[in-house]
């Protein structure tokens, strides 16, 4: 497979449920810009987009999460959740197939669905760039959100197994597409805490997530992270960031950065511009979209 195109954005289902809270002028940036991003996918003409995204402990609550899922069903279900509508989403699945036989031989032992369900991470950035009509998925969940979380060196060497794993796959262009962040934090300080309890002490308690009106946002964080991402050097933020840094600097919802990082490995450190960046507190969230430039 070609790797015709990367991009990686920002995913909250807020600026579907929020949409009318946030600023016109902000929303419209938003609303223009993802629509703009599939405008330059569909130019790419790809046969399918491998989009790597998240789950919310939703799809995989905690009586089994997974770091890495790859979906192998002739469909992926979108499950409706925050306030995003349900849908069902076409899947490749020869390349989703060949996907996960090749990242088996590159070491990423890679869990597998065929019967793939996926939350707004996956749904929001295909609505607001494709509308009703979405290209064929291969969709890939990383775990961002329940802790022990992947190391970002981590995500970053899935991404290069991923680019092996295309390049020796059968004839076809492909687009990746990285979702998450940018800095956000989600749900009250109580349910952060309850959520980075160590593993195996959280199950028999709830946390019933709350949002506020509007939230913080850290704009310095932020771009700082799309300056290293633009100029190449994803593997200076995994050397020089720790999850706990991340953490106390960008919030919880920043840990979704996995995924851009993921993308800057499948697309060997390609250079990226900024489509958009958009801080908006409405919506709780960091707001960018970055295009990765292929010579």
Same mark, same amino acid.
């Given at each position: 497979?070609? &790797?015709?195109?990367?991009?990686?954005?920002?995913?909250?289902?807020?600026?579907?449920?929020?949409?009318?809270?946030?600023?016109?002028?902000?929303?419209?940036?938003?609303?223009?810009?993802?629509?703009?991003?599939?405008?330059? &996918?569909?130019?790419?003409?790809?046969?399918?987009?491998?989009?790597?995204?998240?789950?919310?402990?939703?799809?995989?609550?905690?009586?089994?999460?997974?770091?890495?899922?790859?979906?192998?069903?002739?469909?992926?279900?979108? &499950?409706?959740?925050?306030?995003?509508?349900?849908?069902?989403?076409?899947?490749?699945?020869?390349?989703?197939?060949?996907?996960?036989?090749?990242?088996?031989?590159?070491?990423?032992?890679?869990?597998?669905?065929?019967?793939?369900?996926?939350?707004?991470?996956?749904?929001?950035?295909?609505?607001? $760039?494709?509308?009703?009509?979405?290209?064929? &998925?291969?969709?890939?969940?990383?775990?961002?959100?329940?802790?022990?979380?992947?190391?970002?060196?981590?995500?970053?060497?899935?991404?290069?197994?991923?680019?092996?794993?295309?390049?020796?796959?059968? $004839?076809?262009?492909?687009?990746?597409?990285?979702?998450?962040?940018?800095?956000?934090?989600?749900?009250?300080? $109580?349910?952060?805490?309850?959520?980075?309890?160590?593993?195996?002490?959280?199950?028999?308690?709830?946390?019933?997530?709350?949002?506020?009106?509007?939230?913080?946002?850290?704009?310095?964080?932020?771009?700082?992270?799309?300056?290293?991402?633009?100029?190449?050097?994803?593997?200076?933020?995994?050397?020089?960031?720790?999850?706990?840094?991340?953490?106390?600097?960008?919030?919880?919802?920043?840990?979704?950065?996995?995924?851009?990082?993921?993308?800057?490995?499948?697309?060997?450190?390609?250079?990226?511009?900024?489509?958009?960046?958009?801080?908006?507190?409405?919506?709780?969230?960091?707001?960018?979209?970055?295009?990765?430039?292929?010579?």
């Amino acid at each position: 497979m070609e &790797i015709a195109g990367a991009f990686a954005c920002s995913h909250a289902g807020l600026f579907v449920g929020r949409r009318e809270l946030a600023p016109a002028d902000q929303c419209a940036a938003v609303y223009d810009a993802f629509r703009a991003m599939g405008d330059a &996918i569909r130019a790419l003409e790809p046969d399918a987009i491998v989009l790597v995204a998240t789950d919310h402990a939703r799809v995989y609550p905690l009586t089994c999460v997974p770091q890495y899922v790859i979906g192998v069903s002739p469909t992926a279900e979108g &499950i409706g959740d925050a306030q995003v509508p349900t849908r069902m989403v076409p899947v490749h699945q020869a390349f989703a197939q060949a996907m996960l036989s090749g990242m088996l031989d590159g070491g990423v032992d890679l869990a597998f669905s065929e019967a793939m369900r996926i939350d707004h991470s996956f749904v929001v950035p295909l609505m607001l $760039a494709f509308g009703d009509e979405s290209p064929p &998925i291969v969709p890939i969940h990383q775990n961002c959100n329940v802790p022990p979380l992947p190391p970002f060196a981590r995500s970053y060497t899935v991404g290069r197994a991923l680019r092996t794993a295309l390049q020796a796959g059968p $004839a076809g262009r492909v687009v990746v597409i990285g979702t998450g962040g940018l800095s956000h934090w989600v749900g009250s300080e $109580a349910e952060q805490r309850f959520m980075r309890r160590p593993a195996g002490t959280r199950i028999r308690e709830t946390a019933t997530l709350t949002l506020p009106d509007t939230g913080l946002v850290n704009t310095t964080f932020d771009r700082h992270f799309l300056e290293l991402i633009c100029a190449g050097r994803a593997q200076t933020f995994v050397a020089e960031w720790t999850p706990e840094r991340l953490y106390d600097e960008a919030g919880n919802g920043a840990q979704e950065l996995r995924n851009w990082l993921l993308v800057a490995g499948a697309a060997d450190d390609a250079p990226a511009s900024v489509l958009l960046y958009e801080a908006v507190s409405e919506w709780l969230t960091g707001t960018a979209i970055v295009q990765f430039s292929f010579r």
